[in-house]
């Protein structure tokens, strides 16, 4: 699955562009530190969005494509923002088959968005994952730390609704 990039725009503040520097200067000298950079980076951040990839290839002497290709490359990370609610779906073998897909496509139409992508008012980012470990809940999705089970598409709005701050 391609990673998607981030169609919102880039908001960082001079003090995490600073804490990114403090982080490149440390570990400029050696390029092998360039994961622990961009895990930095990230936890600074929260996503590698290409001005951060841009930084950090400036401040290791590293070609940016090295940067992306890593980005890319890796699971951890990610290049789009997490929305405010973090929505993963179960595609496991259980949740599957129990109509699983079905449940992400019609999240993917009543948010606007694909996988791996965030909406724009950055409320709602959602994700596909493989197993959270509730498989006699089939199907399962989360919203940052809340399980919800024995869904159907028709009860979507309704938990959807209880995030309409």
């Not at 003090?15 to 990230?42: F, T, W």
């Not at 609610?85 to 179960?90: A, E, F, K, L, R």
């Not at 129990?98 to 724009?120: M, N, P, R, T």
């Not at 006699?136 to 709005?157: K, Q, S």
Request: aromatic share 8%; glycine share 10%; charged share 25%.
């Amino acid at each position: 699955m391609r990673k998607k990039i981030s169609k919102l725009p880039f908001k960082g503040t001079p003090e995490q562009e600073a804490q990114l520097r403090e982080v490149i200067a440390e570990n400029c000298s050696d390029k092998s530190n360039l994961m622990g950079v961009m895990q930095k980076a990230q936890d600074i951040y929260g996503y590698l969005p290409i001005e951060v990839q841009q930084m950090i290839a400036d401040g290791m002497d590293v070609p940016l494509e090295k940067i992306y290709g890593v980005a890319t490359f890796y699971a951890q990370f990610a290049l789009s923002p997490k929305g405010k609610y973090n929505i993963s779906v179960c595609l496991g073998t259980a949740c599957y088959v129990k109509g699983s897909g079905k449940i992400l496509e019609a999240l993917q139409e009543k948010l606007g968005i694909e996988v791996g992508e965030c909406s724009d008012d950055g409320k709602f980012s959602l994700e596909a994952c493989r197993c959270v470990g509730a498989c006699g809940l089939a199907p399962v999705m989360m919203i940052n730390d809340e399980v919800y089970g024995r869904l159907t598409v028709d009860m979507l709005d309704g938990i959807l609704a209880k995030y309409a701050d």
